[in-house]
């Protein structure tokens, strides 16, 4: 780690200054919590900031489709066992915001900072980062995010040769292939319950294997590798064959593998599995996902899913029928506008639920719904859909903009 001596330059200063005046009159005009238009002020009048910013910390960046944000969260936990973290925990993922968190402190040793998939290799190429983790990548926004081979290339070239430790999914082949041209990989076997994205080879484009939990190209032999973490039911095992009980708080398989990735990034650092995950222990709900609140005398828990990985995931993790389940789907620049994605989910494990759609996209969904013979109503917002429910307890699934038009309303 570099010496503590003051990495910003006067003009440095200047910007964070500024960028934290203007972050402040956005969250004062309430229009959010300026994190985002606060880095483009600082950036704008230092566009070294980020490097600087990152300078005295150890990075560690977390880049996906599905998991970063709740990944960065346990990560960021598990190291504050070794001294003091900062961190863009509420998912502003872009450079913007990624150096509005980095500004916020500056007594920090630890930077754990989640990335959008496409600004992965800038912002390691700024931050010179110890370590990276790569967990799975998916489609997602398919109107406008490139397919996923594409991405998992730009990661390959960006990570190139770089020094950090690279802590990467050995179940999901795009991420091996990505991660392959780092020297340095600690390969976790997390699992992969999403396949349709790696049908073909990333390498040849052959058609891959699947064999139980295994996969390879059948044309040019690229292959698995051998992991030495992975998730194994409740527990974590490491390199050395032990293995460690995983204490979380947060629901569903698909955390315990964010878990087991962050275990593996922690011994990175010199924090051991069983100190990690303990930690992990106190993170309860991540930017509203998985809380329960009390709205109209009903139960509602919110969950987030943004693309057909994440929809599968949630559907594993709610209560059995006959819950009743609220679906919410928009379409707005942030989710990308293209809904056709809705046809890659499988909506029949919702079968035997009671399901409420609403959302700017609720008759797409419906269509959807009605194909997959589902037995549903179509509501106006989310006060009628929790009128339509009995007492109890409701799982609320949204995606991104809808989650947030959710949180908003009931008060999360």
Same mark, same amino acid.
């Given at each position: 780690?570099?010496?503590?001596?003051?990495?910003?330059?006067?003009? /440095?200063?200047?910007?964070?200054?500024?960028?934290?005046?203007?972050?402040?009159?956005?969250?004062?005009?309430?229009?959010?919590?300026?994190?985002?238009?606060?880095?483009?002020?600082?950036? $704008?009048?230092?566009?070294?900031?980020? /490097?600087?910013?990152?300078?005295?910390?150890?990075?560690?960046?977390?880049?996906?489709? !599905?998991?970063?944000?709740?990944?960065?969260?346990?990560?960021? *936990?598990?190291?504050?066992?070794?001294?003091?973290?900062?961190?863009?925990?509420?998912?502003?993922?872009?450079?913007?915001?990624?150096?509005?968190?980095?500004?916020?402190?500056?007594?920090?040793?630890?930077?754990?900072?989640?990335?959008? *998939?496409?600004?992965?290799?800038?912002?390691?190429?700024?931050?010179?980062?110890?370590?990276?983790?790569?967990? !799975?990548?998916?489609?997602?926004?398919?109107?406008?995010?490139?397919?996923?081979?594409?991405?998992?290339?730009?990661?390959?070239?960006?990570?190139?040769?770089?020094?950090?430790?690279?802590?990467?999914?050995?179940?999901?082949?795009?991420?091996?292939?990505?991660?392959?041209?780092?020297?340095?990989?600690?390969?976790?076997?997390?699992?992969?319950?999403?396949? +349709?994205?790696?049908?073909?080879?990333?390498?040849?484009?052959?058609?891959?294997?699947?064999?139980?939990?295994?996969?390879?190209?059948?044309?040019?032999?690229?292959?698995?590798?051998?992991?030495?973490?992975?998730?194994?039911?409740?527990?974590?095992?490491?390199?050395?064959?032990?293995?460690?009980?995983?204490?979380?708080?947060?629901?569903?398989?698909?955390? $315990?593998? !964010?878990?087991?990735?962050?275990?593996?990034?922690?011994?990175? %650092?010199?924090?051991?599995?069983?100190?990690?995950?303990?930690?992990?222990?106190?993170?309860?709900?991540?930017?509203?996902?998985?809380?329960?609140?009390? %709205?109209?005398?009903?139960?509602?828990?919110?969950?987030?899913?943004?693309?057909?990985?994440?929809?599968?995931?949630?559907?594993?993790?709610?209560?059995?029928?006959?819950?009743?389940?609220?679906?919410?789907?928009?379409?707005?620049?942030?989710?990308?506008?293209?809904?056709?994605?809705?046809? +890659?989910?499988?909506?029949?494990?919702?079968?035997?639920?009671?399901?409420?759609?609403?959302?700017?996209?609720?008759?797409?969904?419906?269509?959807?719904? *009605?194909?997959?013979?589902?037995? %549903?109503?179509?509501?106006?917002?989310?006060?009628?859909?929790?009128?339509?429910?009995?007492?109890?307890?409701?799982?609320?699934?949204? !995606?991104?903009?809808?989650?947030?038009?959710?949180?908003?309303?009931?008060?999360?």
């Amino acid at each position: 780690m570099a010496g503590n001596s003051d990495p910003l330059t006067p003009r /440095a200063k200047i910007a964070v200054t500024a960028g934290k005046a203007v972050a402040a009159a956005s969250r004062a005009a309430g229009r959010g919590s300026g994190s985002v238009i606060g880095g483009r002020v600082a950036l $704008k009048l230092d566009p070294d900031l980020l /490097a600087r910013l990152a300078q005295n910390l150890d990075v560690v960046l977390v880049s996906a489709t !599905n998991g970063k944000t709740t990944t960065t969260r346990l990560i960021a *936990e598990a190291l504050r066992a070794a001294g003091p973290v900062v961190s863009n925990a509420l998912g502003a993922n872009m450079p913007a915001g990624i150096t509005s968190a980095l500004a916020g402190s500056s007594e920090a040793r630890y930077g754990v900072i989640e990335v959008d *998939e496409k600004y992965l290799a800038g912002v390691a190429r700024d931050t010179d980062p110890k370590c990276i983790a790569l967990l !799975n990548l998916s489609r997602d926004q398919l109107d406008r995010a490139a397919e996923t081979r594409m991405l998992a290339e730009n990661w390959r070239e960006g990570l190139a040769g770089s020094k950090a430790v690279v802590v990467a999914n050995a179940d999901d082949p795009l991420v091996v292939w990505a991660a392959s041209s780092s020297p340095n990989v600690v390969w976790v076997a997390a699992g992969q319950m999403w396949k +349709d994205d790696a049908w073909s080879c990333p390498s040849c484009g052959g058609v891959m294997q699947r064999p139980g939990d295994d996969w390879f190209c059948g044309e040019c032999g690229f292959r698995r590798p051998t992991p030495s973490w992975a998730l194994s039911g409740d527990h974590v095992l490491d390199p050395h064959g032990s293995a460690w009980p995983i204490h979380l708080q947060l629901p569903g398989r698909a955390n $315990k593998a !964010n878990a087991a990735s962050s275990a593996a990034v922690a011994a990175v %650092f010199g924090v051991p599995p069983q100190v990690a995950l303990e930690r992990m222990y106190q993170v309860q709900a991540v930017a509203g996902r998985y809380d329960v609140v009390q %709205f109209q005398q009903r139960d509602l828990r919110l969950l987030l899913a943004k693309n057909p990985a994440g929809w599968l995931e949630t559907f594993s993790l709610i209560d059995p029928p006959p819950t009743p389940v609220i679906l919410s789907v928009n379409a707005r620049g942030a989710d990308g506008t293209d809904t056709s994605w809705l046809w +890659d989910v499988d909506y029949t494990r919702l079968t035997g639920h009671p399901i409420c759609v609403i959302g700017d996209r609720k008759l797409d969904l419906a269509v959807r719904l *009605e194909v997959a013979n589902q037995h %549903f109503q179509v509501c106006e917002n989310i006060d009628q859909a929790v009128q339509m429910c009995p007492p109890g307890r409701i799982e609320v699934i949204a !995606n991104y903009t809808a989650f947030q038009d959710l949180r908003r309303r009931v008060g999360n």
